[in-house]
């Protein structure tokens, strides 16, 4: 088993990061402290190739696979938590329509999605108020009227909801999981209501909206696949969608290490560097040690859904792993920090806010856990 990266893989994770930290990291404090993001940085991020890795080219994407796709997302996220979950849902959204969607849709609307047509990104419409894990018990309706459905409900914790042309809708079509069918709605459509913008602790710089449907009419053209199949586009696309919270996971964790390194070298105490005290010598060793354990299960995850391998265990392991070692890293960082980390001074305080939610977004923790139980006892 060869561990090291191809020359392809260096040279594009090398690229990822030139671009993030010449491009991203500059203005990630900024996007923390007004909660925005600026269009144009989504333009350049479509330019290169980061809002469609995982699509062909025959629409507008550059076929890059999940092996350097979550080299790519580590490296956004290292630069800014906030510009790679915004990728991430872009890239989970076009690879749901790229897998199920028909020929024409594909043509449709992938080429938008990669280009980031008009400055604009693309939600993932799943959770509601009333439900995030249990997914299946979703209440917003799709009614059938003749060549159109009509869309009723509310989404909640849209990633992306106030900067995206088009919005991936999972709605009931009948009773069920098996009763779930999914729409690719256009922004604009009358009925097609952006909510109240949540004020969020950390990934400020994603906007975080409700998506509210009412009376909201679409072609049945834009439907995903056969109806029915709702649940299952989901789940798949979720799979994917959590190696990629791994890698970025591993982003914010890497960033952590580097701020604690860099205060390290930098301050004295009892007449010598912190980074000879041995108690602190410890929690770089931990925070290295589990962060390379889960760079190594979000690297496997990845090169199984390349090779067409059923993911739902691993995907599940690398995003609960890999977010609560980056979890670890930014407490120990901000600990080795002392009352710097403490302030907004100091990038740590943003990590650890950033950090955060990468244990509930996509499946929380005790979600992975359950999918894993379930897929390790084969019931």
């Not at 459905?149 to 009931?172: E, F, P």
């Not at 994917?240 to 004295?268: D, F, H, K, P």
Request: glycine residues 10%.
């Amino acid at each position: 088993m060869d561990f090291q990266l191809t020359e392809e893989q260096q040279t594009i994770e090398d690229h990822a990061r030139e671009f993030a930290q010449r491009v991203i990291a500059p203005g990630a404090a900024h996007r923390d402290e007004t909660s925005s993001f600026d269009r144009q940085l989504l333009s350049d991020l479509a330019e290169n190739g980061f809002l469609g890795m995982l699509v062909p080219e025959t629409y507008g994407g550059v076929a890059m696979g999940y092996t350097n796709y979550v080299l790519v997302n580590r490296q956004l996220a290292t630069a800014c938590a906030s510009t790679a979950v915004i990728t991430g849902v872009c890239n989970l959204t076009a690879s749901a329509v790229d897998q199920f969607g028909s020929e024409a849709l594909k043509a449709e609307v992938l080429p938008e999605i990669c280009a980031a047509k008009d400055n604009l990104a693309a939600a993932f419409c799943l959770s509601e108020p009333h439900c995030g894990s249990d997914a299946a018990a979703l209440k917003a309706s799709a009614r059938r009227e003749g060549d159109d459905y009509v869309l009723n409900g509310t989404k909640q914790w849209i990633t992306n909801g106030a900067m995206s042309g088009w919005y991936l809708v999972m709605a009931r079509t009948g009773p069920g999981a098996g009763g779930i069918s999914a729409f690719m709605v256009p922004a604009g459509t009358p009925g097609l209501v952006i909510g109240k913008k949540e004020d969020k602790m950390g990934q400020r710089g994603s906007d975080t909206v409700q998506v509210i449907l009412e009376n909201c009419r679409v072609p049945a053209r834009l439907r995903v696949g056969e109806e029915g199949i709702g649940f299952r586009i989901a789940m798949t696309a979720l799979d994917g969608g959590r190696i990629g919270i791994g890698a970025l996971s591993l982003g914010v964790g890497t960033a952590a290490l580097n701020e604690a390194l860099t205060y390290l070298a930098e301050r004295e105490a009892f007449g010598k560097p912190l980074g000879r005290l041995q108690a602190l010598q410890n929690m770089v060793a931990d925070i290295a040690t589990e962060l390379e354990a889960a760079w190594l299960l979000t690297l496997r995850a990845a090169l199984m859904k390349d090779a067409g391998q059923s993911v739902t265990k691993e995907a599940s392991m690398a995003k609960v792993f890999s977010s609560e070692a980056c979890a670890k890293a930014v407490d120990l960082s901000l600990q080795i920090h002392g009352g710097y980390g403490y302030v907004k001074e100091y990038p740590i305080e943003r990590l650890y806010r950033d950090a955060r939610v990468t244990r509930i977004y996509e499946g929380a923790s005790e979600i992975q856990r359950v999918v894993i139980a379930r897929e390790v006892l084969g019931s």
